[in-house]
């Protein structure tokens, strides 16, 4: 607070309880205030230092600066290019910087659809479908280590190896030291946190697409793969569109086509999706799911779908059909073939739309808005050009050392 604000603070606050209590509902306290610096002459206003050190924490650590920020603020060591690099590279190394990345990826990869422990189906049908697995294994200690998997793998992409984009979604390093999600990857296990990465040499486990923390769902009893959740997921998340409700939907649609209940999951979900209003939205989506068809339910490799049922009291393995991840989707008006999970990492680069969907989910996460302005949209632009040729960490400090970071727009501008 100001001096003047401090003062008003004091005089109407008759004793202590009362002062914490105004401290603790005083604007300055509940939100994050960026007013007090000069103009510019393009008409922003410059932060003063200590807005420019809360700014830099705000958005790489989620908190508040701690003593080395603040003593570098109370220096003026941030109004020098090499002071200001020093403290954004001591920022972004953090183990804050770290935490705050990883809630980005989990929301950015939508980790929370995860199945919760001990929610999968179960039955004869479907261990018969997850064998060797049961579904007693799937529990939450599972799912925790398929989590802590993934999340050791982009640890280690992004601060480890100082790796790019393109890298997290190429990369066929397995970070697990648990036997269960090992053999989803036909692997043995890590002895311990601190050996070294397993590199998948079958050449279908590579990059962020093909983990089972992305592949994975919560199974239907007999085991059949949701090629719509799958892409519904690469279209919000991975390549930032927009999708909604059609306006004339209908929970009806699709009520009266006969699916032949022996047709892959593929030709079930054309036949269903194919014609009316469905088709629009899931002219994009289905491709997008399609293309990761080769990992089943639990996220394992498969080139054959089988699905099973209870019949006359025995399990039947009524469906088997070879897989069929070939497709093609549109991406920045040009149409790409794709064959499997390996094309539409190839797609999704070449047409660099990629670097669109990132930027986008990533300028949300940290300042909790689209660009508003001309400074925003040279934060998101500088970014998304970064990202291209630059590792992870690398394209943050260029965007945190951009003129246009140090710098907030009037209102109305």
Known sequence: PTSAEINEIRSNAPNWMSLVGRILMHPRFLTHFERDGQITKSGAFALTDYELEARLTAIFWKSVPDVAG????????????????????????????????WT????????????????YSSGPAFDAFASPYTAAQLDQNFKEAVVEDTRQFLEYITFTQNGSLET???????????????????????????????????????????????TQQKPSVNGETNHI????????????????????????QGAGIIVPPTASTRTQVNLKTGAGTCAACHSQINPSGFSLGNFDSLGRYQTTERRFRITNGMVDNYAT????????????????????????????FQSERIYEGFTAYYFQFSFGRAPLSGLDNALYSNLKTALKTKSVRESLELMALLPEFSQVQPAGK
């Open 229 to 252: 959740l799958r892409g519904t997921f690469l279209l919000e998340n991975i390549l930032g569109f927009e999708l909604g409700q059609p306006a004339n939907f209908n929970e009806q």
């Open 104 to 119: 980005f990826y989990q929301q950015w990869l939508a980790l929370s659809r995860l199945p919760a422990g001990n929610s």
């Open 321 to 348: 059909n070879p897989v069929d991840a070939t497709t093609s989707l549109r991406l920045n008006s040009k149409i790409y073939t794709i064959n499997d999970a390996d094309g539409l990492v190839d797609a999704l």
């Open 168 to 214: 997290i979604f190429r990369s066929p390093l397995i970070f697990t030291t648990n036997s269960l999600v090992a053999g989803i990857y036909g692997v043995s296990p890590r002895a311990d946190a601190a050996a070294a990465p397993i590199t998948d040499t079958s050449g279908h486990f590579k990059g962020i697409l093909t983990r089972p923390s992305i």
């Open 70 to 101: 603040i003593d570098a603020a109370r220096s003026g060591s941030l109004r020098t290019p090499a002071g200001l690099k020093t403290e954004v590279v001591r920022i972004l190394t953090h183990k804050k910087a770290k935490e705050t990345l």
